[in-house]
């Protein structure tokens, strides 16, 4: 049975700026556990670390060090593709891409309680995240953004709502050129929540981002 989560979710992807050449003394790495220091001041509901670039050992440290951060908080933290790094670094769980291992695997390998989150573009994807027992899907991009064209055309509001209509109660958080001006339109689609990296990147006011995205539990 999936985890219940706290509604709306508000899921922190980090941004990618670290390469194989970081290291736990590089300033991208401190400017990523500053970043998720803040996630654990705002209450933000998940935080997943996706740094491609990074060397297996360098992603468990990155891992270890914001385990340690958000244990014990509101804030649960995910590690991008790599199970074995995010169990391995006492993390909360996996966010699994469209390329990674099937949700199902995953979850006979590490058991009941670990997270598991999946990316979906369309509705047999996200249901098949569902019926392989993934906790939540993150689907989109709902509106236009650069960074995930490579995936096709927007999906747009009403497909959203199909699916989240379709699923319901399984968890659908939006992504994909979700803002604060349109992330009221989203959850009234049916969005358990919303994703996004530029919409959290910024840790001073990621409070108020937060905030704002709870109040419209009431709209």
Do not use: W
């Not at 985890?3 to 941004?15: D, E, F, K, S, V």
């Not at 803040?38 to 468990?60: D, M, N």
């Amino acid at each position: 049975m999936p985890r219940a989560l706290p509604r709306p979710i508000t899921y922190l992807i980090t941004g990618g700026e670290t390469s194989s050449s970081t290291t736990p003394r590089s300033a991208e790495f401190r400017r990523l556990l500053a970043l998720v220091e803040c996630a654990v001041a705002a209450r933000v509901t998940l935080v997943q670390l996706r740094e491609k670039g990074l060397t297996a050992r360098t992603l468990y440290e990155l891992a270890a060090a914001s385990a340690q951060i958000t244990r014990g908080s509101a804030t649960l933290l995910l590690v991008n593709d790599r199970a074995d790094v995010a169990r391995a670094a006492r993390s909360d769980g996996v966010h699994l891409s469209t390329r990674s291992l099937e949700a199902g695997a995953v979850r006979r390998a590490f058991g009941e309680e670990f997270l598991i989150g999946v990316s979906a573009h369309t509705l047999r994807e996200a249901r098949g995240a569902r019926d392989g027992g993934a906790d939540f899907a993150v689907y989109g991009p709902v509106f236009d953004t650069p960074s995930k064209r490579a995936f096709g055309a927007p999906v747009g509001l009403e497909a959203l709502e199909e699916a989240a209509r379709a699923l319901s109660p399984f968890p659908l958080v939006a992504l994909g050129g979700v803002g604060e001006g349109n992330a009221a339109a989203v959850l009234g689609a049916g969005a358990a929540g919303v994703a996004g990296i530029r919409l959290f990147a910024d840790g001073q006011n990621l409070a108020r981002t937060v905030h704002l995205i709870e109040s419209l539990r009431a709209v």
